[in-house]
């Protein structure tokens, strides 16, 4: 008994001296953790700059450019902080709507990207037929080809088709967007994790394979789902290349296609410019920084098979 107590003080003993912290330890800590805002500091000064100008007048902005009162409000009476933001929207009538349309536009994209790349993963992933590996192989190797190689056959293929008429632009737009390789990988990835025992048991009870699929993966699966919606809604929100060769209409555009024509209007206000790229940043910035976790949780799930 006196031999037990013993060794058991010295495996506590042993355990306290192991994560006992010395000076040396804390420095090396407080120092990491300096670095880290340092780091943080030299990539969110971009944005702060920015979110700060726009804040300002134009006469503002290039009066503190050169000292560190550009990061600062020019007043501290905050009434005064959003007159660029009302110069933006009576300026331009259609900013607004150029909002409402990349909401539009990403929450259509979103939902179709869950449902039609969850679906073809999940045949891969459970179903083997003649051509299987092939598929999948051929998937990883369109991976490899950039996406802004495919921009010009698939506007003529979307013009044989008929939709880029008047009345089926935006459907021709938004379709293209609903199937991703590299979204089909990442649920096939996941899928392959789940146990095929929770959808035998799902089946004995009378499911059918789209029940199983709703009722069995999709809960045990909203990590990838999680990760696939931030990573399509990021995409979506700042897609300009083929939205702006599909829309000449402002009334159609999205965002990011109708900053163009905030930067290039005459005369420029520089503050407005700010005002509109920070409706432009903070959702993204917003989005990522809320819904981190499951891309962290989805990208280390995905990637264990």
């Known amino acids: 008994m006196e031999k037990t107590e013993t060794i058991k003080f010295s495996i506590k003993k042993e355990n306290k001296v192991?994560?006992?912290?010395?000076?040396?330890?804390?420095?090396?800590?407080?120092?990491?953790?300096?670095?880290?805002?340092?780091?943080?500091?030299?990539?969110?000064?971009?944005?702060?700059w920015m979110v700060m100008n726009s804040f300002k007048s134009q006469a503002q902005v290039y009066e503190t450019i050169s000292s560190i009162r550009t990061f600062l409000p020019a007043t501290w009476r905050f009434w005064e902080w959003f007159e660029s933001y009302k110069s933006l929207f009576t300026t331009f009538e259609n900013f607004g709507r150029s909002i409402w349309n990349s909401i539009v536009y990403c929450?259509?994209?979103?939902?179709?990207?869950?449902?039609?790349?969850?679906?073809?993963?999940?045949?891969?992933?459970r179903f083997v037929f003649p051509g299987h590996k092939l598929v999948v192989n051929i998937i990883i190797i369109i991976l490899l080809v950039p996406v802004e190689t495919s921009i010009v056959p698939l506007y003529v293929i979307l013009k044989n088709m008929g939709l880029l008429t008047k009345e089926l632009r935006v459907i021709g737009y938004l379709i293209p967007s609903f199937c991703s390789p590299m979204y089909i990988f990442m649920f096939r990835n996941y899928f392959l994790g789940i146990p095929r025992e929770l959808e035998e048991s799902a089946q004995l009870d009378g499911?059918?394979?789209?029940?199983?699929?709703?009722?069995?993966?999709?809960?045990?699966?909203?990590?990838?789902?999680?990760?696939?919606?931030?990573?399509?809604?990021?995409?979506?929100?700042?897609?300009?290349?083929?939205?702006q060769l599909m829309f000449s209409d402002p009334k159609e555009q999205p965002l990011q296609v109708f900053l163009q024509l905030i930067n290039t209007f005459n005369p420029k206000d520089i503050s407005v410019v700010m005002a509109s790229l920070t409706f432009s940043t903070i959702p993204i910035a917003l989005f990522y920084v809320f819904c981190q976790r499951y891309i962290i949780e989805g990208v280390a799930f995905t990637g264990l098979k």
């Open 207 to 243: 499911a059918g394979r789209l029940t199983t699929f709703f009722r069995v993966i999709v809960p045990c699966s909203l990590p990838v789902f999680a990760t696939v919606a931030i990573f399509t809604f990021m995409g979506q929100w700042n897609e300009y290349v083929f939205a």
């Open 107 to 125: 929450s259509v994209v979103i939902l179709g990207v869950l449902l039609v790349n969850s679906l073809a993963g999940y045949a891969l992933s």
């Open 18 to 48: 192991k994560h006992s912290k010395t000076p040396l330890k804390y420095a090396l800590k407080v120092l990491m953790y300096i670095g880290l805002f340092a780091l943080s500091l030299l990539f969110l000064f971009p944005v702060i």
